[in-house]
C-alpha cells in the first residue's frame, strides 16, 4: 500500500476532481455494508477503522483478546492477512509461517492467541470454532459484509481523523461515513487531536457510544539517548518517529517506506549502510521486523541488528468497553445455548 497522498488531507482542487468518482465508490461500498453477512458458529467482535490505513486495528484487537482472556473466554482472532499469499482458512504458526504466507499482522496477533487467516471469512470463523476459541475477534473487515458482527468496534486517531472526509478516491474514507457509523458499535477514539472532533460529535449525535484508549510504548528505556535510525513502512510513520522521540532516542535519520511494505535485499543494505555510516542503531517497529525475520540474506542481518520499539494500546474506560461486550455476548445466548455468556 503506497503512502497517502497529501491531498487527502485537505479539500484542495486534486480532491474535488475525484470527488465525481468517489460518489460512485461510495454508493457501492454503503451498498455492500448494507448486505446481511452469515451467522458464525461464535460471537464476533470486529475491529475496523472509517478509512484506509492504520489507526491502531491490531493493538486495539490484541487489547479486547487480552481483556476477554482475563475474563476466562478463549479468544482468537480471524484476519484476512494482507500481503501474503495464504487464503486460508488457515492457523497460523509464527514459527512456520513467515509475513509472505500470511502477513505481517497475523504474526503479530499470532503471539497473543490463535489466529486464523482466511480470505473467506465465515470459514475462518468455523475454523477458529473448531479450535475451541469462544469468541472471535475480527482485525478488519468492518466494510466486509460476508460476517455478521456481534459487535463493531472502531478505531480513530485523533491526530488525523478522517482526513478531508471523502470517500475513496478522492479521500481516505473507505465508505460514506454515514453508513459506516450506522454500523459502529462503539467508536474507540485513539489519542488527542482536534481532527477527530466533528466525528464525535456525529457519532454522539447517533447515540454512539465513545470510549478513550491510547497508543503507548513498552521498554523504550534502551533507547534513551540512543543515536538511531528509523526506518518503518507503515500507514502513519509520523506517529512512530514521535513515539522514538517520546522515549528519548536520538533520532538523527529517517527513512520511510509504503505501509506494509516488503523489503527488497537493496532496502536491507541502504538501511544497514546508511545505520553503518552514521554510527546510528537502525530501530523500527514490530509489524516492520516479523516482515524481516527468516528471509536470510541482508534482511535477517538487519532484522538481528535493529532495535524494536513496541507499543500498546491501553483502554481508558474499560468498564464501558466490558458493558458492550456482555450486551452483545447477552444477545446470543439464545442461538448459542448459552455457551458465551460473560465470565465474571
Given at each position: 500500500?503506497?503512502?497517502?497522498p497529501?491531498?487527502?488531507?485537505?479539500?484542495?482542487?486534486?480532491?474535488?476532481?475525484?470527488?465525481?468518482?468517489?460518489?460512485?465508490?461510495?454508493?457501492?461500498?454503503?451498498?455492500?455494508?448494507?448486505?446481511?453477512?452469515?451467522?458464525?458458529?461464535?460471537?464476533?467482535?470486529?475491529?475496523?477503522?472509517?478509512?484506509?490505513?492504520?489507526?491502531?486495528?491490531?493493538?486495539?484487537?490484541?487489547?479486547?483478546?487480552?481483556?476477554?482472556?482475563?475474563?476466562?473466554?478463549?479468544?482468537?482472532?480471524?484476519?484476512?492477512?494482507?500481503?501474503?499469499?495464504?487464503?486460508?482458512?488457515?492457523?497460523?504458526?509464527?514459527?512456520?509461517?513467515?509475513?509472505?504466507?500470511?502477513?505481517?499482522?497475523?504474526?503479530?496477533?499470532?503471539?497473543?492467541?490463535?489466529?486464523?487467516?482466511?480470505?473467506?471469512?465465515?470459514?475462518?470463523?468455523q475454523?477458529?470454532?473448531?479450535?475451541?476459541?469462544?469468541?472471535?475477534?475480527?482485525?478488519?473487515?468492518?466494510?466486509?459484509?460476508?460476517?455478521?458482527?456481534?459487535?463493531?468496534?472502531?478505531?480513530?486517531?485523533?491526530?488525523?481523523?478522517?482526513?478531508?472526509?471523502?470517500?475513496?478516491?478522492?479521500g481516505?474514507?473507505?465508505?460514506?461515513?454515514?453508513?459506516?457509523?450506522?454500523?459502529?458499535?462503539?467508536?474507540?477514539?485513539?489519542?488527542?487531536g482536534?481532527?477527530?472532533?466533528?466525528?464525535?460529535?456525529?457519532?454522539?449525535?447517533?447515540?454512539?457510544?465513545?470510549?478513550?484508549?491510547?497508543?503507548?510504548p513498552?521498554?523504550?528505556?534502551?533507547?534513551?539517548?540512543?543515536?538511531?535510525?528509523?526506518?518503518?513502512?507503515?500507514?502513519?510513520?509520523?506517529?512512530?518517529?514521535?513515539?522514538?522521540?517520546?522515549?528519548?532516542?536520538?533520532?538523527?535519520?529517517?527513512?520511510?517506506?509504503?505501509?506494509?511494505?516488503?523489503?527488497?535485499?537493496?532496502?536491507?543494505?541502504?538501511?544497514?549502510?546508511?545505520?553503518?555510516?552514521?554510527?546510528?542503531?537502525?530501530?523500527?517497529?514490530?509489524?516492520?521486523?516479523?516482515?524481516?525475520?527468516?528471509?536470510?540474506?541482508?534482511?535477517?542481518?538487519?532484522a538481528?541488528?535493529?532495535?524494536?520499539?513496541?507499543?500498546?494500546?491501553?483502554?481508558?474506560?474499560?468498564?464501558?468497553?466490558?458493558?458492550?461486550?456482555?450486551?452483545?455476548?447477552?444477545?446470543?445466548?439464545?442461538?448459542?445455548?448459552?455457551?458465551?455468556?460473560?465470565?465474571?
Open positions: 500500500m503506497p503512502l497517502a497529501e491531498f487527502w488531507s485537505k479539500r484542495g482542487a486534486a480532491a474535488w476532481s475525484l470527488w465525481p468518482l468517489s460518489l460512485g465508490y461510495g454508493r457501492i461500498a454503503g451498498w455492500r455494508m448494507a448486505r446481511p453477512g452469515r451467522a458464525a458458529p461464535i460471537p464476533v467482535l470486529c475491529v475496523g477503522n472509517l478509512t484506509v490505513g492504520g489507526g491502531g486495528k491490531t493493538p486495539t484487537a490484541i487489547a479486547l483478546a487480552r481483556l476477554l482472556a482475563a475474563r476466562g473466554h478463549h479468544p482468537g482472532f480471524l484476519t484476512r492477512g494482507y500481503g501474503g499469499v495464504e487464503r486460508g482458512p488457515l492457523v497460523v504458526d509464527p514459527e512456520r509461517h513467515r509475513a509472505a504466507d500470511v502477513g505481517d499482522e497475523p504474526l503479530l496477533l499470532a503471539a497473543a492467541a490463535p489466529t486464523v487467516v482466511a480470505h473467506d471469512r465465515p470459514a475462518g470463523a475454523r477458529l470454532a473448531e479450535l475451541g476459541v469462544d469468541i472471535a475477534v475480527m482485525d478488519d473487515g468492518f466494510q466486509n459484509p460476508s460476517l455478521a458482527k456481534d459487535l463493531s468496534v472502531v478505531v480513530l486517531d485523533a491526530r488525523f481523523g478522517i482526513g478531508n472526509g471523502f470517500v475513496l478516491p478522492a481516505p474514507l473507505r465508505a460514506p461515513l454515514g453508513d459506516q457509523l450506522r454500523r459502529t458499535d462503539l467508536l474507540l477514539v485513539v489519542g488527542e482536534e481532527h477527530a472532533v466533528e466525528t464525535i460529535r456525529r457519532a454522539a449525535r447517533r447515540g454512539t457510544p465513545v470510549a478513550r484508549a491510547e497508543l503507548a513498552e521498554g523504550g528505556e534502551a533507547l534513551k539517548g540512543c543515536p538511531v535510525l528509523a526506518f518503518c513502512g507503515i500507514a502513519h510513520p509520523g506517529k512512530f518517529e514521535a513515539t522514538l522521540e517520546e522515549v528519548g532516542a536520538d533520532v538523527r535519520q529517517v527513512l520511510r517506506f509504503p505501509d506494509h511494505h516488503t523489503y527488497s535485499e537493496e532496502d536491507c543494505r541502504q538501511v544497514l549502510e546508511r545505520a553503518a555510516g552514521g554510527g546510528l542503531t537502525p530501530v523500527t517497529t514490530e509489524k516492520d521486523l516479523v516482515r524481516l525475520r527468516g528471509r536470510g540474506g541482508a534482511a535477517d542481518s538487519l538481528a541488528q535493529s532495535l524494536v520499539l513496541p507499543v500498546r494500546m491501553r483502554l481508558q474506560e474499560t468498564r464501558k468497553v466490558l458493558s458492550l461486550i456482555d450486551a452483545a455476548l447477552g444477545r446470543r445466548l439464545v442461538s448459542l445455548g448459552g455457551n458465551s455468556s460473560p465470565r465474571r
